[in-house]
């Protein structure tokens, strides 16, 4: 038989032609008791001496893999057929495979292959704004710094300096006092939300969620194996009496509800605190967005109200930088510091330096003060401008639901304007259809009774755009569909 090899050049032909007869032997391509052609048969098909030939099958036949029979020829060794491939078993491999492929996608993202030429995607920010001169002379003198010094792994919890840097920020916008020790810089809150699950769960565990509610944390704490149980929300918030006895973990927004943007009342923040302490749970607060609020007086964040111990705070430079920086912050309680920061090391040992260093300079020198200060101007502008359309030129079809923060608003579909099983589905693909990007809010529900409606999210899209992008959504409602 004529044995397909490959010869490149003329150095290491040995070798050449050993590797390709092994991994031909390996991946069953040369099935077990398959006879060779002759050392002098392949030498001829090669163009090269016998000898090569020679050695190679006696290192083969040494290793195993080929057997001589004198007088017949040269054979793959029949023991080969262990390595002969089967049919993957997939579930026997992988057995948690399964929980993976079942786990449902996250929030919705842009298409690449035909992006809206309006999108008011939610979570994200206007980097035409962000003041990339400051920030490249704050990449500068992190690079400095690390020119200047020794290479090695850093502290899973993250740099002193950021540390710092974001222990300061939070006593004075969110009045959550702590030490910097007390701070773990992560990869975005989804790594802190994860952190948490890993160090405070157990397969089975019962962990208590929003509904509706954020998706990606839903999906991380399924991902730990927990027994997601969703909790209605009303106008104030998760409703108390409704949380499972058993929660081991209460998943929360405070701030600003995600994704219907009322903030919990006083009232109920104090309810939850009491109840998180009497069952031994811990609350998980995600204070995504709460650094914009465009109404009334600052709410308290959980943490700063807890004297227990019962919360771990959770925060993001996504929603004030952008999202592509994937730099977050978590603040345990102490029982679980040390947890938290083995975890952190075991997923990836630290995040980067570079970044931590440039981010603190950035905060530490006042840049990122100022420019929050220009983009709470601009996002309320903006939120004034979507609001205005929602309560006239949008108001047949849509009704902005109440909310004072963030950058993104909720506006649910009028019931005697559209109705409907489909009738969200309906209203995004009109939008769709004019290149205007909207989101449905059906899918951020669990149990409750999806309430139609839209996100509409306000941080990354200019002024101009937000309105033309709305005139755009009025004509397509307008249009009658064919």
Known sequence: ?????????????????????????????????????????????????????????????????????????TFVADEMTRLAPRPPRTAMLHPSVALWESLPDVLPMTSRERPPEFDFIGGVTDKALFPFDQWRRCVSHALRVLARAPGGYRDPAGEQELRLAVSRYLAFSRAVVSNWQDVIMTQGAQQAIDLLARVALRPGDVVAVEDPGYPPARTSLLAAGANVVPVPVDDEGIIVDRLPPEARIVYVTPSHQFPLGMPMSLERRLALLAWAQQHGALIVEDDYDGEYRFEGRPVESLKSLDKAGVVAYVGTFSKTIFPELRVGYVIPPAPLGVAMRKAKQIGDWHSCTMTQTALAKFMLDGYFAKHLRRMHKEYALRRALLLHALQHDLSPWLRPLPSSAGIHLVAEIRADAMTGSGVEAMLVERAAAARVGVYGIAGMYVAGRPRPGLLLGYGGIGTDRLRAGLDRLKAALERRPS
């Open 1 to 73: 038989m004529n044995v397909h090899l490959t010869i490149h050049g003329r150095q290491g032909l040995a070798g050449q032609i050993y590797r390709q007869l092994r991994a031909g032997v390996i991946d069953g391509r040369l099935a077990p008791g398959e006879r060779l052609p002759s050392t002098r048969e392949l030498a001829t098909q090669l163009g090269v001496s016998r000898k090569t030939t020679l050695d190679v099958f006696e290192r083969l036949i040494a290793e195993g893999y080929l057997r001589s029979r004198t007088g017949d020829g």
